[in-house]
């Protein structure tokens, strides 16, 4: 019975952009790019026009997706007015109901006249597009992790992205993480569209995106959420990089002078031990750390790492001088 | 003009042909071999089946000429949600690109004639989608919108290295 689990798995195999890499997007990205000046006045329109050209399923989703990813500015004010709130009325339902009807037609009226909203906008006209197109798109609700969300346990949920059904299978994608980065302090948005979010692998999407239904995990394992917690913390880049994230399986770790911390990943590309590296920061200096017990072996990356005195240090890992995972290691004697 | 032309053509070449086939018959039937009648007769239908669908072509022009309601409708309506008329609000062919969109009293006039059978989508933002099949009993459209119910929320994304707070 094991085995035939195990065949049917590796069979069907996890949903994952590189199921279309027979795929050419570059014909949806175009129509996407041709339709920049569209409003969102009028949205059958709009889906009509994004997808009346593409032939496949997953190049109409592409276009719409993109569409939004390179049209739509996150707001950051709207995004910390609402965190506010719903953190200050998290134990009363019916006033964070108000409030989320109130400003529901707010961050609507936003989306229509500004083209700027928070992340459910994004999820929202994803799906929206993609129903008018007769594609099974939906939302999923959770909480997603940055370097700057602190989540604890009683915080309510944060986040939301898609799952879409190409030929019969479930994929996720997040069009608010791929569209840019926005500065909180400014207020600015800066359009920086990233690719790596477009159906990502569900084991790698699982490590920041926690969903409320964990069917839609799309993943054999089911993730606690405590284990969710203390994942480690991922970039965009991790991304566009990497396949998948094997180890550390944790954020926190506490361990000891002696242990060697194994650091594994499976990469999108090709990667030379030269552009592998981790700086460590104790708290008052970071420092640049090469590592010389590198192995490469089928764009499986793995090396080790064994921290010479105690301390409390923030370890970030690098690939070619980006930013891709963050862990914190407490190492005693 | 162009339309009654057609008819009359098309009943002209009804008359011509079938006359044509008649005496084509009888001369035929004077060399009369049981295969050639076979083969005539099933060219006969062919032809009459032929004749037959030009007349209700005829038929069908002279119809949409005189009663033009009963096929091509004329789709108005008003679109409103719980709180009253809704502004702004799409409505499209389905599978097509014509539309109209709600004025300040949520009135709208289809801008094209419609076929009993054709669905109308209607969007707006924040609300429901909602299909509506026209059909010759319904060519006012009084359609009530729901909001959906969407719960917002947002985490930016960041590319901030972390940074452990630390009490030192």
């Not at chain 1, 069907?12 to 050419?24: E, K, N, R």
């Not at chain 2, 109308?120 to 010759?136: A, H, R, W, Y």
């Not at chain 2, 009993?137 to 947002?154: A, P």
Request: glycine share 4%.
């Amino acid at each position: 019975m094991r085995y035939i689990l195990l065949f049917i798995v590796a069979v069907q195999g996890y949903a994952q952009q590189s199921d279309f890499d027979h795929v050419d997007f570059e014909k949806a990205d175009s129509i996407a790019l041709s339709c920049n000046n569209e409003g969102l006045d009028n949205l059958p329109q709009l889906a009509f026009k994004l997808t009346q050209d593409l032939d496949t399923d997953v190049e109409r989703f592409r276009a719409i997706y993109k569409w939004v990813c390179t049209n739509i500015a996150n707001d950051y004010d709207l995004y910390s007015r609402n965190k506010r709130k719903r953190v200050k009325f998290k134990n009363d339902s019916l006033q964070l109901k108000l409030w989320n009807d109130r400003f529901k037609t707010k961050i609507f009226d936003k989306l229509l006249k500004k083209k700027r909203t928070i992340c459910t906008g994004y999820a929202y006209l994803v799906q929206e597009l993609s129903k008018l197109a007769n594609l099974d798109c939906r939302m999923v609700h959770g909480y997603g992790k940055t370097s700057m969300t602190t989540i604890e346990a009683e915080d309510p949920p944060n986040h939301t992205w898609n799952a879409i059904k190409l030929n019969g299978k479930w994929y996720l994608c997040d069009p608010t993480w791929a569209s840019g980065i926005p500065d909180p302090d400014t207020n600015i948005f800066t359009f920086n569209y990233n690719d790596g979010y477009f159906l990502a692998h569900p084991e790698l999407f699982a490590i920041n995106h926690f969903p409320l239904e964990s069917r839609w995990s799309l993943t054999d394992t089911e993730t606690s959420f405590e284990a969710f917690l203390d994942t480690p913390i991922l970039y965009g880049n991790a991304y566009t990089n990497l396949n998948l994230h094997l180890a550390p399986e944790h954020f926190s770790n506490n361990i000891n002078t002696s242990q060697h911390i194994k650091f594994q990943y499976e990469l999108l590309y090709q990667v030379t031990p030269g552009e592998v590296r981790l700086d460590i920061d104790n708290g008052f200096h970071s420092r640049r750390v090469a590592i010389d017990n590198i192995v490469i072996e089928n764009k499986r990356l793995s090396f080790t790492h064994r921290f010479e005195h105690s301390g409390f240090y923030d370890v970030h890992f690098y690939l070619n001088d980006r930013l891709i995972s963050t862990y914190t290691f407490d190492v005693s004697r | 003009m162009q339309n009654s032309r057609i008819t009359q053509h098309g009943f002209d070449n009804f008359k011509t042909t079938y006359t044509f086939d008649i005496t084509k018959y009888r001369i035929m039937k004077t060399i009369t071999t049981n295969r050639i009648a076979k083969v005539l007769g099933s060219l006969i239908i062919v032809m009459l089946v032929g004749l037959n669908s030009n007349m209700t072509y005829a038929q069908n022009t002279q119809n949409d000429m005189t009663s033009s309601a009963d096929q091509k409708l004329t789709v108005k309506g008003k679109v409103s949600d719980d709180e009253g008329p809704l502004p702004g609000v799409n409505i499209v062919l389905k599978g097509s690109k014509v539309g109209a969109v709600t004025d300040e009293n949520g009135m709208f006039t289809f801008p094209q004639a419609l076929s009993s059978g054709d669905v109308l989508v209607f969007s707006f933002l924040g609300f429901e989608n909602q299909e509506i099949k026209v059909t010759p009993k319904n060519t006012f459209i009084n359609l009530m919108m729901t909001s959906e119910f969407v719960e917002m929320m947002g985490a930016p994304n960041s590319d901030k290295p972390y940074r452990s707070k630390r009490s030192n």
